[in-house]
């Protein structure tokens, strides 16, 4: 079974950086290269929030307001590994941070990047601990 798996959460200090990794496990990473691509977090109490996103081939990239300019997202179109490059952590990015994979092809993906309704594959999840 092809699955989503993350890694590279950890606990780091404020203004420290993390690199998160979103996987393809148990098949070929070309099953998710075409597709929408996001990360997601959520902290405990929360609902579940976009963070960023990459349309296929990497043509485009979304970010949620609160993390412009801090995190990067990126895709190897090699092996559809999905990376997270945050920089300049602060204590509100602490979530258990998700990627996930989406089968719509939309003419835009502007209106629809952020709700998890249109994302039919999900990670186990990495937890991202930001102290003061």
């Known amino acids: 079974q092809v699955q989503l798996v993350e890694s590279g959460g950890g606990s780091v200090q404020a203004g420290g950086s993390l690199r998160l990794s979103c996987a393809v496990s148990?098949?070929?990473?070309?099953?998710?290269?075409?597709?929408?691509r996001g990360w997601f977090r959520q902290a405990p109490g929360n609902e579940r929030e976009a963070v960023a996103a990459?349309?296929?081939?990497?043509?485009?990239?979304y970010y949620t307001a609160s993390v412009k300019g801090r995190f990067t997202i990126a895709q190897d179109n090699a092996n559809g590994t999905v990376y997270l490059q945050m920089n300049n952590l602060t204590p509100e990015d602490t979530a258990m941070y998700y990627c996930a994979s989406s089968p719509v092809f939309p003419p835009t993906y502007d209106d629809i990047w952020s709700s998890p309704r249109v994302y039919d594959s999900w990670g186990p999840g990495t937890q991202v601990a930001v102290s003061s």
């Open positions: 990459i349309t296929p081939g990497g043509g485009r990239t």
């Open positions: 148990g098949g070929e990473g070309y099953y998710f290269i075409g597709k929408l």
